[in-house]
């Protein structure tokens, strides 16, 4: 064997062997991309120092063809793994197309068969050496000695074609291949620095995440003796709030007892006073004692009043608790209109006002609680007529048809209050101008929170507005029950529209 064909023989095993230890590298720490493309250009470089080494053996034209392809390959290799040992961006897509385009152009020229050709490759292989020192030269401990080597190689790779020719071409294959043994350990080297700089930081980085869940835990910890005491604080006032609510449970049952065995206590003692009076008003107007007549009539209204009052509040008491079921069946609203403003005639002329009707429009026969509808007219046409002051007219409207019906009854009293306007239906709300009227309280604020109640239980509303330029408009509207043959149509005789 020549020594040229020992000394490329030498440099492609030296080469293979710096390849197969960055293979090897590339499997067992962490498969990063620089140290494949590495792998691979060292192995491209071999290949190709394999090839010249034939071609000189045997003066095969296509070994030139072959080491052409495998330098431009071992340049774009080498270019790939510097970008990304570098950190940058790998445009491996144009970095291939460009050195396929290369190669195309180096064997259409025969590249590879001149003297120029051969320095034209020193030169890119100098440049390419360079700027991988360049890239290494970062390197902590062994950068400098890095940067040193790939130029010293450079140097080599630039003075290539001297020696062409000369017998010391020999010594320089030497020297030219055991520097690229030593630039292939160089660059393993400077991989392992580069994974030992990644192993740090994942270090450090474990320290700080290890360092800021321990504070994490504490704070946890903190939030959860936090959580436990409201824990337990809650569990304190959940077992307040339980017995708080049993006791107001057992006191709303000693109320509802209280008022039920009320109604019989003040009942019986009222229908006998009641009784009584009307025995002593006839007695009285039959020897004519008319001062007798009077004043027993007097007790006779102020009993029938505290006995309404008394089914008032056991009404609204029913209401409240849900006791109070709604008995629908179909029934004629305009007589029951007619009767209430009937019943109310008195009053209302007690008190020097008038109540006209406008109930035409209404339906002949609806579906709902009957009883319920007649307390709602009875309750809001009473607090009307208390309210309005004397020589002022009350109007009742009715309106609807099968499906809804509209009761309203405007007064021209003094109004009401925004603040009242937006309260009304709370327990026992009383108007300002009824309280101060005559100076002496005027009822005991039942009267809407009866109605709102009756109207909600029917599906319907009650809402007060302002009657400009003076009163109120108490409006109810209700929705209608289904008819079914369970709802047997009511019939009343229709009295005359009323007007006291």
């Known amino acids: ?141 062994i950068g400098a000695f890095a940067f040193g080597i790939f130029a010293v190689r450079a140097a080599m790779a630039v003075a290539r074609p001297m020696f062409v020719g000369t017998p010391f071409l020999i010594h320089y294959s030497v020297g030219s291949f055991t520097l690229n043994f030593i630039v292939g350990a160089t660059l393993l080297a400077g991989s392992l620095c580069h994974s030992r700089e990644l192993l740090v930081a994942s270090k450090r980085k474990l320290r700080e995440s290890n360092a800021a869940l321990v504070a994490h835990e504490a704070e946890l910890q903190e939030t959860n003796r936090q959580l436990e005491e409201q824990a337990i604080r809650l569990e304190r006032l959940g077992g307040d709030y339980a017995a708080a609510l049993q006791r107001a449970e057992q006191a709303n049952r000693a109320k509802d007892s209280f008022i039920a065995n009320m109604n019989h206590e003040f009942r019986t003692p009222l229908n006998a006073v009641l009784g009584f009076t009307e025995l002593i008003q006839a007695e009285a107007a039959g020897h004519g004692y008319d001062k007798v007549t009077e004043y027993s009539g007097y007790a006779h209204d102020a009993g029938r009043t505290m006995l309404r009052n008394v089914d008032r509040i056991l009404t609204f008491v029913a209401l409240d608790s849900g006791e109070r079921p709604i008995e629908n069946q179909c029934f004629q609203p305009k007589p029951s209109v007619c009767r209430v403003i009937e019943a109310l005639n008195e009053l209302a002329t007690r008190r020097g006002v008038t109540v006209g009707s406008d109930i035409d429009r209404g339906p002949e026969v609806w579906c709902g609680d009957e009883r319920a509808f007649r307390a709602i007219v009875d309750e809001l046409l009473r607090n009307a007529i208390m309210a309005a002051p004397q020589g002022t007219p009350i109007r009742v409207l009715l309106t609807g048809d099968d499906g809804e019906l509209m009761l309203r009854i405007v007064d021209s009293g003094p109004g009401l209050s925004d603040k009242f306007l937006r309260t009304v239906g709370d327990l026992f709300n009383i108007s300002e101008h009824v309280l101060s009227r005559g100076g002496a309280k005027q009822g005991v604020g039942l009267g809407l929170s009866i109605a709102a109640r009756y109207a909600r239980l029917m599906g319907g509303a009650l809402t007060l507005e302002r009657n400009q330029p003076n009163g109120t408009i108490a409006r109810v509207l209700l929705s209608a029950a289904p008819q079914s043959p369970a709802n047997p149509i009511r019939q009343q005789p229709v009295a005359e529209k009323q007007t006291a």
């Open 1 to 141: 064997m020549s020594p040229d064909l020992l000394v490329f023989s030498f440099g492609a095993i030296s080469t293979g062997a710096i390849a197969l230890v960055f293979a090897f590298k590339w499997v067992l720490d962490g498969r990063r991309f620089f140290d494949l493309a590495w792998t691979g250009a060292m192995l491209s470089y071999a290949l190709g120092i394999a090839s010249i080494t034939l071609k000189i053996g045997s003066g095969a034209a296509v070994a030139g063809y072959a080491a052409t392809v495998l330098f431009w390959t071992f340049v774009a290799l080498m270019t790939m793994g510097n970008l990304s040992f570098a950190g940058r961006r790998v445009p491996w897509i144009a970095i291939s197309a460009a050195a396929a385009v290369a190669t195309a152009v180096s064997l259409a020229i025969r590249l590879q068969d001149s003297n120029h050709g051969y320095a034209f490759i020193g030169a890119v292989t100098a440049g390419l050496y360079f700027w991988t020192g360049w890239v290494l030269r970062r390197l902590p401990m």
